[in-house]
């Protein structure tokens, strides 16, 4: 390499740097600001996503076009050919395969639900997308690929037998996430007992979170055939009740209006109650104390009851105070006769 052609492979390799940078901060901004007015949020990740290979790929095509002046054996040329274009078949695949399983994890704006439930689906993207990167890159470089895939096939045989188990937690964590009726955030409760928040679902188990600290496994097979209630499917509210109990002499007209009261501050001061939901209260029997009712409340997800519920039967525990409306105690009346006292009764003979 001469003095001039270092120079030239200079100013080529600079100058691609340059406009790669220029192209990253005059363009990627205006970009980020038409995605902005668009309501999909796939748009996002995509610029997200591309804006980081421009200057690499501005700089390798300087380089490509520097080296080009550069005097010497065809065969540092094709090797120079072969590597910038693995480089962007293997660029190309990595986008393509963080756009792909990077949709997956996009929340939809009104249900606030992740549009592919887990990981799985993002995981076994990826697979594919390098799979096929990978043979793209093998037959660039002149490798036959007809060969591989024979291999491949009658490998995949033996591996299936030898992968009974975790062929089945795939199949059926695949099967869980296409039928979209088990998210990631939903709360659910299996026949078994245990209950919790659905935390992913990847190719061996269903991770389901119980409080703040503690998770338990489910292997996708067994998940498949367990009866699992989903309390946020298919909407996210969640409609419970609070039992109460009032005194037998209670005005019951007055206690339903001061409940009903009650459940509409509620609405207007609570974030996690639905507002537009007509409260509903329900006499359910003439108790051994009280006269048992049920009010009804709508909040926006399961876990919002526990602060609705707790707000709830402070405030109602007050108003029925200032109201005179009593909340007995449960009472019972126990008469015990002794063999003492009966025969006292007995008249002398």
Request: proline share 3%.
């Amino acid at each position: 390499m001469t003095f001039d052609e270092f120079i030239q492979f200079a100013i080529f390799t600079v100058s691609g740097f340059v406009i790669g940078i220029l192209i990253q901060k005059l363009l990627t901004p205006q970009l980020h600001r038409f995605a902005q007015k668009s309501k999909w949020a796939g748009d996002d990740l995509i610029i997200l996503v591309i804006s980081k290979w421009i200057i690499p790929w501005f700089t390798v095509l300087g380089i490509y076009l520097g080296w080009k002046r550069v005097e010497m054996d065809e065969k540092y040329h094709r090797w120079l050919e072969n590597g910038i274009t693995i480089f962007y078949i293997l660029s190309a695949t990595i986008i393509l395969s963080k756009i792909l399983s990077g949709l997956t994890a996009i929340r939809d704006a009104r249900s606030g639900k992740i549009s592919s439930s887990s990981s799985i689906i993002g995981n076994i993207i990826k697979v594919i997308v390098y799979c096929l990167g990978l043979l793209m890159i093998l037959q660039s470089v002149g490798i036959k690929i007809t060969p591989i895939l024979t291999a491949l096939g009658v490998g995949g045989l033996a591996v299936a037998l030898a992968l009974q188990d975790t062929l089945s937690n795939l199949f059926a964590g695949i099967q869980i996430v296409s039928t979209k009726k088990i998210n990631t955030g939903d709360y659910i409760k299996l026949d078994s007992g245990q209950e919790g928040f659905v935390e992913d679902v990847n190719w061996r188990y269903t991770s389901v979170r119980v409080g703040a600290n503690s998770i338990f496994i489910v292997p996708n097979s067994k998940m498949a055939s367990l009866i699992v209630t989903n309390f946020d499917y298919p909407n996210r509210e969640f409609v419970f009740d609070i039992p109460v109990g009032v005194d037998y002499n209670s005005n019951l007209d007055h206690v339903e209006r001061v409940t009903i009261e009650v459940i509409k501050e509620l609405q207007e001061t609570m974030e996690e109650c639905v507002p537009d939901f007509d409260p509903l209260i329900r006499f359910q029997q003439f108790g051994a104390s009280s006269i048992d009712l049920k009010a009804f409340i709508r909040v926006r997800d399961f876990s919002s009851q526990f602060i609705v519920k707790h707000e709830f039967i402070k405030r109602l525990k007050k108003r029925y105070e200032e109201e005179g409306i009593n909340i007995p105690y449960p009472v019972q009346t126990v008469f015990i006769n002794t063999p003492a006292e009966e025969n006292k009764k007995q008249p002398d003979q």
